[in-house]
């Protein structure tokens, strides 16, 4: 199985807002986020992918659930050094 189904067979409604599309994979990212001069990776971050043109969406309460956590109300899961490069 890829991971691929009708949102709607489950119990939630996806329409893509790009192309009308209602098929999605539900997925994980990572993101970093930068938050009052510092950088805090979230991980796992479920995502729906539209089947048909790959846009990327979340949920509202997921978008919440992040700003909770960059926002520092819930501990870390881990604190590590990470080494940062200047493209240019």
Request: with cysteine; aromatic share 6%; net charge negative.
């Amino acid at each position: 199985m890829d991971g691929r189904f009708r949102i709607s067979e489950v119990g939630m409604m996806f329409t893509c807002q790009v192309c009308g599309s209602s098929e999605a994979s539900l997925e994980t990212v990572a993101e970093v986020f930068e938050v009052d001069g510092r950088r805090v990776l979230v991980e796992n971050i479920p995502i729906l992918v539209c089947g048909q043109c790959g846009e990327m969406s979340f949920s509202v309460d997921t978008a919440e659930k992040v700003r909770r956590i960059v926002r520092g109300e819930t501990p870390p899961a881990e604190v590590t050094e990470l080494e940062l490069y200047d493209f240019a």
